[in-house]
């Protein structure tokens, strides 16, 4: 429709009778069809809606009631079809245009009312009948009609609110009572309901049985009335304050509230409209809009536990959230309708109804709405609602409470003014009193202002211009200062002179953002003639705009003095001529975007709302001029400021840019900055006046300036908000947040944080594997993550709570928070231990930190971080960072945390929750690597700052410990310390003081620990020997010279003895420059017990120091037992019980130690395979936490060396052999635990790599002396390892073509000569090592064809003998004795042990080296030394004799040719064959027994060395002197019975045997008188047949006769008088030797006993008392722990006690029973008056069921009353049942007697004495018996009442 201004031509004027027309039509509306009645309702709207006169002249009373009359007939018909809805709306239609035009018309033009009109509206509205039914029935379905007309009518009163001058119309419809009619509307809505299901009948059925939902059916008619009512009620109420308090004072929204709950449950359309009506608007528009009626929320909510919908519970709450957090204006609306505590009461009515989604967004919106403001009523109820009954589970809103609370407290912005002037409505402001006198010459202006975003409504109301007023100050001619806001929150400072108004804009800085800002202007005037005035604009303490601003003249009062009002109109003059006004380009005003955020987040929370703003230059201001007066018209009218304002100050002075931060850093909070006593006091001076909220009552805002002169006037109001961290304080501090960790200790976790902690550090951090290199995120997740785990939202709210706080802070320190939370976090399930309660703990640490309370601090470190017991049973990921945490406050803090949480408290936590016995075994390695990284901080405490006490702590727990684990960390961290520690010096003196080197020999004796921690002492020992800035005698204890190694030694019995152990020990023993060969043997003697490859390896050890220290044999000899010590080596036991072990010894034989990396060709080479073998050490010491205890490098560093004395004797190539001189082993050497194969494993399974060329050191070793052959054989000498070369040219895998033997320019060791008559010589022989035997598959460390049992007898056959030899000085007999008792020994060990060869094979092979030794230095000596060499030889051919003579009698195999040799060597050397008749006693008895040695071999069966005796004798009688007859009758007795045995055998070596006999005789025919008793003896000279005839002739008898009676006979005298004497001689020197062994034996194991007294004495039991002290003070310590920790649960008991108290926030529901007992306190006269509480009442039902033997487990069942039948059963009617008989009656008195006998009190003493009190002393005697204790009083003067 064109607008009517348009038309060409003028309305036509409505006819007179067209108005009784209509009215007569409607009369007769019965008759009329619907059509037409359509039609003359379309005619009357259109009249009504043209002209303005011809509608006034038809709006008549008589037109409204002919519409009123159509609205009420539209219902009514009894049948017929239904009316047309067209025709209802067209008449409603019709009805708002009638308002329309009556509104907008003068009264005088109208013939009826408004008012007239809407009373007759609502009256159908409201009718509760048709029209029809007064006639009769109304016809089927009126209800449904009646509903539609209500409705359509409903909807029809918006439109007529909707028109321009809106607030009259809603005037008029209140003074209607349309509130009321409205309310009455929906309550009858009910009654129609009802009626229309009765009559549904079985129409409903069916609705009912085919619609899913039974509510469906009832939707579109059920709420429709209530819903439209509702819409109607906020369009009556929308934007009129004073509606809304009419329908306050006349209805009320509780009522309301009843009339909506008393329909049904509500629908979601119900729902949806109470939230329009909120906001006056959709409720679901975007952007949110803002609140403007709070009263339909607070219904809602109370109404939502009403709700038995979960779906609309958890749809309203969404809703409710969103609206209420849409905006920070919401939020305040909301705070100030008290939503906080309707909240409170929704969630404890229903506590048990809420679906769970619902209570966490009606929570989540207490923590957005507690945020700004929470009272301290309010936080009593919310901590009451969590209240539960003792032994209850936790309540289930406590977790989000927490973390409520905690976002409550929580300020991610700048900080918000808790106090403010809210100058929000249009009128509102501050009032100043006239300034009659600027007292300065400045003028400044400080203040803090919240301005929110406006939501335009309209297009036009956001072009409207408007000027926020911040202050004015003008005169009354109009001149001033001025500063306001633009609509959008650009400030503009301002000052008009009598012509012009100047501005300076700072359009860079929006301030519509809901933060608080510091607006400080400074007005600057320019001090010199020509200097400018300047003002400078700050924002937040930073300058953001300066300018050129005109001052205006101080002169005039200001009369007119408005802060953040509009009160000042602007002055308008009448001026001409003046310049249009100009704007700068800047001042454009262009319109700026809104900031763009979530709508869901609130705007105060926006990262760009508070973030900081970098520093920048200020621009330069351009100052904008226009006319003055024109401001208006520029910048529209002056209003409030339309926000809100804090504390505000004016200076009539210029600030400094320095004031004008200190004034933005004190934040808006402060109450009186400006007292004298403050900070501020400079500031006093140029104070004008000073306005704060907190100085404001009954609207009048006392000015707290000095001068007090300007007291202003407020218009509006002020607001208090509550900050829940001061709230706090008020119901009980901070200790009334800790039954919160209570209940969340005793609460189960959620399978939904199960894998929280995988989430956070990922899967690799929740195993032990590479621990070593992995570094915990910790700071990695945002609070709100933290928050899943609820324990950590605990530590944040306190963390939270106790931020910028410092009452709150000394609060948690006066309740003993930190002391509590420690002890309620050690009952927390071990699973809710995860990543998160860790980062939390970070947060909270790192906020007390930097908050500076040092006391607050020191207390969470003790009883959070620092204590284990806390985070000892957590997931391993948490463990570890735990302990990296503590790292790095022990790195900020050394010195603090030194002095209480140093070596000593970790040392006892690895004690007491990180022992391996306190771990499951499926965590062993979690706990080692747990062990491990505690034991790098006590690396670093001791690596960073040396402290003896320290290193003494650590000792004492080294030697109380009995975790293996736990002393290899501690060993590894001395260790490392040794190596690599800046207090290497200060470690090193230490460890050398008395005391502390006994702990590690104490440990090295304890078979509780394995080899492992043994190496490692070892190692510790070894840099301690090696140690050259201490003196030699400090050393002496470790070396444990005044104890010897003996009793140390025999401590090890209980040892498990291994190769390692013995090179170690052996190590520590001939590590110094003076080794001790006593200590020595002492190892040699613990050898005995181990398997044969160990002592294998000693006696290699031992062959090598013999050759290469001449005095050591020497030495040697000297020790008391040394033949047998060793002799029992050659014990074959311990090889056969383990032969399993040494399978591999034939295949993989070879001596490790052999490859060295170290004597690799090239450096390059060397360097180059160990960068291969090994890690990076520097990678290796870069880490945090330190290695596992199990790992091994192969680095140097790592894996220390030790020298070559602990290994088989080996030399570098080209370098002659240094005897002492250190070399060190690597790891590889280490590794091989192998004691059987010795064999290295290199890269490549023994296959080197191309160039690998590695070579083998030199070995000296020894000649077997069983198999080899004489003299003249070489040694032939094998290969030494695999790496040997063959002769048949064939390589193994090490060895290359061209590769130099290392045995080709061997040198002899020095002192040795090469000699080729004895076997040593052959061992010693240089040109032996050039003979190669071929290469096979079997080899060995000193022989490929040599099993381990031959090398072994090789080794200490050489060995035995060197010391027999030349270790025992002097050839006499107390030498000999020493020598022969090796031989005792070995007969000793034949008859009682299996030997790894017969004794008497080693014998004879002793005996065979003595004879060639003996040889030798016949040859080498000078002739004065002849005598006692002879001497020597005869001693031993003595010795040799009697070997033979009774050993070899029954083995032949004895009767060797090598002893051959020596003895006719000897013999030949000595020329003693000469002396046989007329030589020396000496000279002639070595030729007896060289004789009878010959005739031995002779008679031995031996097809070699018999011819060798038959040519030795035939020389011997052929150049020799006649022998005497008792000579020749031996030799031919002798002779005659291998004669016999040839001549029966007809045997090869009787041509061999004649001739000697031959000889004899011919020589010793006179002498044997052969002519008298052989006369037929055949021709001796001369005759070619003799060999013949003498066969015959001894068949002979004359033969015979003269054997049996001459020689026989003389024979059997000359062995009687020569021989005989020589056994004798024997004898006794083996029984000599023999005691001579014993007596050693016995001195030796007396010495053993006095070192091994020495050694408990001065070793172990200091070590023993040490360790008991340490176990006492650790008992000690955990007995503090466990008593400080009874007190703290004490000190949490009596917390709770008053936090449960009746008028305490959590007050028990149902409070226990008070009992009562006396106070232990007395007065003077020890009387105690005062009745405390008896928190410890007990009934005492145990004792009372003991006293009546019940039991200590009785539990009394309550009386229940017996039925009466019952009763009168139990009735005793016969008296005699009840006694008993005399047989009876004599056991009970026996019993008694016995009792009362045993139970006879005796007297024990008796004593006059005092008895002593306070107040008197009183005389008397004491009786102790044996069951009493009894005092008399014996005072005369008692009183009278004493009883």
């Not at 309708?337 to 309707?342: F, K, L, Y």
């Not at 929000?424 to 400080?446: C, D, E, L, N, R």
Request: hydrophobic share 35%.
């Amino acid at each position: 429709m064109k607008e009517k201004s348009k038309y060409k031509f003028a309305p036509a004027a409505l006819p007179p009778d067209f108005s009784a027309f209509f009215q007569e039509c409607f009369r007769e509306g019965e008759q009329l069809p619907e059509g037409l009645q359509l039609r003359l309702i379309h005619l009357f709207g259109a009249v009504i809606s043209g002209s303005k006169q011809n509608a006034l002249a038809l709006v008549t009373p008589s037109s409204v009631e002919v519409l009123m009359l159509v609205l009420r007939r539209w219902c009514s018909p009894a049948s017929g079809p239904p009316r047309d809805l067209r025709l209802l709306r067209l008449t409603l239609k019709s009805l708002v245009e009638m308002v329309h035009v009556l509104h907008a018309s003068s009264p005088s033009q109208r013939q009826v009312e408004i008012r007239s009109i809407l009373g007759s509206f609502f009256k159908v509205l409201n009718s509760d009948q048709p029209m029809a039914s007064l006639d009769g029935s109304p016809g089927p379905h009126w209800e449904e009609k009646l509903v539609t007309l209500r409705v359509n009518m409903l909807d029809a009163i918006p439109e007529m609110l909707n028109c321009d001058d809106r607030p009259v119309l809603q005037a008029i419809f209140l003074s209607n009572n349309c509130f009321e009619h409205l309310i009455r509307l929906i309550q009858n809505s009910k009654l129609y309901l009802s009626a229309e299901c009765k009559s549904l009948g079985s129409d409903l059925t069916t609705s009912l049985l085919t619609e899913m939902d039974i509510r469906q059916v009832f939707d579109t008619r059920s709420d429709a009335l209530a819903v439209h009512a509702i819409g109607v009620l906020t369009s009556i109420m929308s934007g009129s304050p004073s509606a809304k308090e009419v329908f306050k004072e006349r209805i009320g929204y509780s009522h309301l509230y009843e009339v909506l709950k008393s329909q049904s449950q509500p629908t979601r359309r119900l729902l949806q409209e109470l939230l329009n009506m909120a906001v006056e608007g959709d409720h679901a528009s975007c952007p949110a809009r803002p609140i403007h009626n709070e009263q339909p929320l607070l219904i809602l909510i109370t109404w939502l536990p009403e709700l038995t919908s979960r779906d609309l519970q958890v749809f309203l709450s969404d809703w409710l959230k969103k609206i209420c957090d849409s905006s920070l204006q919401s939020r305040t609306t909301c705070v100030k309708a008290g939503m906080v505590g309707c909240l409170l009461d929704a969630l404890c009515a229903a506590e048990h109804q809420l679906d769970a989604k619902c209570a966490e967004n009606l929570i989540g919106l207490l923590q957005v709405l507690g945020g700004l403001s929470i009272r301290p009523g309010e936080f009593k109820q919310l901590l009451k609602l969590l209240r539960t009954d003792p032994g209850k589970e936790p309540h289930p809103y406590t977790t989000q409470v927490i973390r409520a609370l905690s976002g409550m407290a929580r300020k991610d912005g700048p900080e918000r003014a808790l106090q403010y002037f809210d100058l929000t409505p249009s009128m509102a402001g501050i009032m100043v009193p006239a300034i009659q006198k600027w007292p300065g010459s400045g003028f400044a202006f400080h203040g803090w202002v919240c301005l929110v975003e406006e939501a335009k409504e309209s297009p036009e109301e956001a072009a409207k211009l408007k000027r926020k007023q911040l202050y004015s100050f003008f005169t009354a001619s109009g001149t001033g200062f001025e500063a306001f806001f633009t609509a959008d929150g650009m400030l503009v400072v301002a000052v008009c002179t009598k012509k012009e108004y100047m501005t300076v804009a700072l359009p860079e800085f929006p301030f519509n953002d809901s933060a608080w800002h510091c607006v400080d202007i400074v007005h600057i005037t320019g001090r010199r003639p020509f200097g400018q005035n300047v003002v400078n604009v700050y924002v937040d303490g930073q300058l953001r705009k300066m300018a050129q601003l005109r001052f205006p003249s101080l002169g005039e009062s200001f009369t007119s003095c408005c802060i953040g009002s509009a009160g000042h109109r602007t002055t308008t003059t009448t001026t001409t001529n003046l310049p249009s006004p100009c704007h700068s380009p800047d001042l454009a005003f262009p319109v700026h975007p809104p900031l763009s955020r979530s709508q869901s987040f609130p705007a105060s929370m926006a990262p760009h709302a508070w973030m900081p703003i970098p520093s920048q230059v200020p621009r330069e201001g351009v100052v904008s001029t226009t006319l003055a007066g024109s401001q208006d018209t520029e910048w529209g009218m002056p209003t409030s400021l339309e926000g809100h304002l804090g504390s505000v100050s004016v200076f009539y002075e210029a600030l400094q840019p320095a004031q004008v931060k200190v004034l933005y850093s004190s934040g808006p909070n402060v109450t009186s900055p400006f007292k004298p006593e403050g900070d501020f006091l400079e500031f006093s001076s140029k104070l004008l006046l000073y306005y704060t909220p907190q100085a404001c009552k009954g609207n009048i805002c006392l000015d707290l300036s000095p001068n007090h002169f300007f007291d202003g006037r407020l218009t509006g109001h002020k607001v208090v908000n509550w900050d829940v961290k001061d709230v706090v304080n008020c119901i009980g501090g901070m200790g009334v947040l800790l039954p919160l960790l209570d209940q969340v200790a005793s609460q189960k976790k959620d399978s939904e944080d199960n894998q929280e902690t995988h989430d956070l550090v990922g899967p690799e951090l929740t195993s032990s594997r590479n621990a070593q290199g992995l570094l915990i995120p910790l700071g990695k997740s945002s609070e709100s993550r933290l928050e899943k785990n609820r324990v950590a939202a605990f530590l944040l709210l306190v963390k939270n709570f106790i931020r910028g706080h410092a009452v709150n802070q000394e609060s948690l320190v006066q309740c003993h928070g930190p002391a509590i939370i420690g002890a309620l976090l050690q009952n927390v399930p071990s699973q809710m231990m995860d990543m998160n309660v860790l980062m939390a703990s970070q947060v909270l640490l790192e906020q007390v930190a930097s908050e500076g309370h040092h006391l607050l601090l020191h207390l969470l470190y003790q009883y959070l971080l620092f204590d284990f017991h806390i985070w000892s049973n957590s997931d391993f990921a948490v463990r570890l960072g735990h302990i990296q945490y503590l790292s790095n406050i022990i790195k900020d803090h050394k010195q603090r945390i030194r002095r209480k949480y140093g070596v000593q408290y970790i040392l006892d936590s690895i004690r007491t929750y990180y022992g391996t016995y306190k771990e499951k075994p499926v965590a062993t390695d979690d706990i080692r690597t747990v062990q491990t990284s505690l034991f790098s901080l006590v690396k670093d405490f001791l690596c960073r700052s040396f402290s003896p006490e320290e290193m003494q702590s650590t000792l004492n727990y080294l030697a109380a410990v009995n975790d293996e684990h736990q002393v290899c960390g501690v060993l590894e961290v001395m260790h490392s310390l040794q190596k690599s520690s800046p207090a290497q010096e200060q470690l090193f003196t230490f460890l050398f003081e008395p005391g502390n080197i006994e702990i590690f020999f104490s440990l090295l004796v304890q078979r509780k620990f394995s080899d492992d921690v043994r190496e490692r002492i070892f190692k510790i020992l070894h840099k301690l020997l090696k140690y050259e800035k201490v003196s030699e005698r400090s050393k002496h204890r470790l070396k444990l010279k005044d104890i010897g190694y003996q009793g140390f030694i025999s401590s090890l019995n209980d040892v498990p003895v291994s190769m390692q152990l013995f090179r170690h020990l052996l190590e520590q023993v001939l590590g110094s420059d003076a080794p001790n060969y006593k200590d020595f043997v002492a190892i040699v003697y613990l050898s005995h017990r181990a398997e044969l490859t160990v002592r294998l390896d000693i006696c290699r050890k031992l062959f090598h120091l013999i050759y290469s220290q001449h005095d050591m044999v020497k030495q040697l000899a000297k020790l008391a037992g040394w033949q047998d010590t060793l002799t029992k080596l050659y014990v074959k036991e311990s090889y056969e019980s383990r032969q399993h072990s040494l399978s591999g010894s034939t295949n993989s034989g070879g001596c490790l130690e052999l490859l060295r990396l170290s004597d690799l060709p090239a450096p390059e080479t060397g360097k180059d395979s160990a960068d291969t073998l090994s890690p990076s050490t520097a990678d290796l010491q870069d880490l945090d936490v330190f290695l596992p205890l199990g790992y091994e490098a192969s680095d140097p560093d790592l894996s220390e060396g030790f020298s070559d004395h602990s290994i088989s004797p080996t030399n570098q190539r080209g370098k002659p052999f240094h005897p002492y001189g250190f070399k060190p082993f690597d790891s590889l050497d280490l590794a091989s635990h192998s004691s059987s194969s010795n064999i290295i494993d290199l890269p490549g399974q023994g296959e080197a790599h191309a160039g690998d060329v590695v070579h083998v050191d030199r070995v000296y070793h020894p000649l077997s002396p069983f198999s080899m052959s004489p003299f003249d054989l070489g040694l032939e000498m094998g290969s030494t390892s695999s790496a040997a070369t063959a002769e048949s040219g064939n390589q193994t895998p090490v060895s290359l073509p061209g590769t130099p033997s290392p045995l080709e320019n061997f040198k002899p060791f020095p002192g040795t000569r090469a000699r080729k008559s004895s076997s040593l010589s052959n061992v010693l022989d240089e040109t032996s090592y050039q003979e190669m035997l071929p290469s096979d598959n079997i080899s060995n460390t000193s022989n490929p064809q040599q099993t381990p049992e031959e090398e072994l007898c090789n080794l200490l056959t050489n060995i035995i003998f060197s010391v027999t030899w030349r270790g025992v000085e002097g050839w006499d007999d107390a030498a000999w004795k020493e020598r022969g008792q090796v031989f005792s020994v070995l007969t000793k060990l034949g008859s009682a042990c299996e030997l790894v060869r017969p004794p008497d094979e080693i014998k004879r092979s002793l005996l065979e080296m003595m004879l060639e030794s003996a040889l030798t230095d016949i040859k080498e000596s000078t002739p004065a030394m002849l005598p006692s060499l002879t001497q020597n030889v005869l001693k031993l051919l003595r010795l040799l004799q009697d070997f033979l003579f009774s050993e070899g009698q029954s083995n032949p195999a004895l009767w060797s040719e090598k002893v051959y040799e020596g003895v006719n060597s000897l013999l030949e050397k000595l020329a003693v064959w000469y002396h046989l008749a007329n030589g020396t006693s000496d000279l002639k008895e070595m030729a007896q027994i060289g004789l009878r040695l010959l005739v031995g071999y002779i008679v031995l069966e031996d097809a070699q060395l018999q011819p060798l005796a038959y040519a030795k004798l035939h020389n011997f009688l052929q150049t020799a002197s006649a022998l005497k007859k008792e000579e020749a009758c031996y030799l031919l007795g002798k002779l005659e019975t291998p004669l016999q045995r040839l001549l029966h055998t007809k045997s090869e070596a009787l041509p061999g045997l004649v001739p000697v006999i031959r000889t004899l005789m011919d020589q010793c025919y006179e002498a044997l008188q052969l002519q008298h008793f052989l006369p037929s003896l055949p021709p001796t000279n001369g005759s070619g047949t003799f060999f013949e005839d003498f066969q015959a002739f001894c068949a002979t008898a004359e033969w015979k006769a003269f054997m049996e009676k001459q020689v026989r006979p003389n024979m059997t005298q000359f062995e009687m008088d020569t021989f005989a004497k020589s056994h004798d001689h024997m004898s006794n020197f083996w029984n000599s030797c023999y005691d001579a062994l014993m007596s050693s034996s016995l001195r030796r194991e007396k010495e053993k006993a006095e070192s091994r007294r020495k050694f408990q004495e001065l070793v172990l039991e200091p070590v023993m008392k040490r360790a008991k002290h340490e176990n006492i003070r650790h008992t000690n310590m955990l007995k503090q722990f466990n008593n400080h920790h009874n007190t703290v649960l004490k000190q949490w008991r009596a917390l709770k006690r008053l936090l449960t108290s009746q008028r305490s926030a959590w007050a028990d529901r149902s409070p226990p029973e008070m009992h009562w007992k006396l106070s232990s306190a007395e007065t003077y006269s020890r009387m105690r008056l005062k009745l405390v509480p008896n928190y410890n009442f007990d009934y005492h039902v145990e004792a009372s069921a003991l006293r009546d033997n019940l039991g200590a487990d009785y539990s009394p069942k309550p009386a229940e009353a017996f039925p009466l039948a019952v009763a009168k059963e139990a009735k005793v009617s016969k008296m005699q049942d009840d006694q008993l008989a005399e047989e009876e009656l004599l056991f009970p008195d026996n019993q008694v007697e016995n009792k009362e006998q045993s139970q006879r009190e005796k007297l024990v003493i008796s004593e006059d004495c005092e008895l002593i009190t306070t107040i008197a002393v009183v005389p008397g005697r004491l009786e102790v018996t044996t069951q009493h204790l009894y005092f008399y009083d014996g005072s005369s003067d008692k009183e009278e009442t004493e009883e």
